[in-house]
């Protein structure tokens, strides 16, 4: 069975740009959620979906966003890119509705590298 | 907010010796999870506590879940370079959902 699958792995994008990063949750699974990662901040939760419907988001700005299609692959939107920005990030896949009756899964991550 | 509190922070151990991460919660715990990185990687699941008393083992490690305490402890056995990483422990919320809360993680090093 596949494991979640973010693609690009590694991006370099200039301040002002904006990104797009997706992922493919394990097959079957209905949840992709989004964090962000970064040495001062560690991990943050970004915003989760299930279902194609966004449940929770975290505190960030406006300028990230997010999607869920029909098939459950998830894409991540940051726009105005900023400094900050720089990070990993990472989703992870679960089945359930609620992640505290089910595991959940992440991917390897896209570095996204703002110069 | 739940707040997910990891010590040690760092731990450096000699190749065959035995250690401890632990992790402690503000709030009720109703799924712990424990993860390991190895920098700049995706999160490598490692297993998952859901109800008081729970310990549950792979190979070398092993988990427990102390609700009373709203803790949760990783023991590792033995240990080997392998496992050298970082350790994260997270927090499913009450209020259902899929986000997690995580701990600030445990660099472990491990010298052969």
């Known amino acids: 069975k596949a494991g979640v699958t973010q693609t690009p792995r590694y991006l370099i994008k200039t301040r002002g740009q904006q990104v797009t990063l997706s992922c493919s949750p394990i097959?079957?699974?209905?949840?992709v959620s989004w964090y962000q990662q970064t040495p001062g901040q560690g991990l943050q939760f970004l915003f989760e979906y299930f279902s194609e419907t966004q449940r929770n988001k975290g505190n960030f700005p406006g300028r990230f966003s997010g999607r869920q299609f029909s098939n459950s692959r998830s894409e991540m939107n940051v726009s105005t890119l900023e400094l900050g920005d720089s990070a990993l990030y990472l989703c992870?896949?679960?089945?359930?509705?609620?992640?505290?009756?089910?595991?959940?899964?992440f991917g390897q991550g896209t570095r996204l590298t703002v110069v | 907010s739940q707040e997910l509190e990891q010590s040690p922070q760092s731990l450096i151990v000699q190749e065959g010796k035995n250690l401890t991460i632990n992790c402690t919660s503000s709030k009720t715990l109703y799924g712990l999870y424990w993860y390991k990185q190895k920098y700049g990687e995706g999160l490598i699941f490692l297993m998952m506590l859901q109800k008081g008393g729970e310990e549950k083992s792979h190979e070398k490690i092993t988990a427990k879940l102390d609700e009373k305490k709203q803790q949760s402890s990783l023991h590792i056995t033995a240990s080997q370079p392998s496992h050298a990483g970082i350790y994260l422990c997270?927090?499913?919320?009450?209020?259902?959902?899929?986000?997690?809360?995580f701990g600030g993680g445990t660099r472990l090093m491990v010298k052969p």
């Open positions: 097959s079957g699974h209905r949840s």
């Open positions: 992870a896949s679960s089945p359930a509705a609620w992640v505290a009756n089910t595991e959940a899964f």
């Open positions: 997270g927090a499913a919320n009450d209020n259902a959902g899929n986000m997690l809360t």
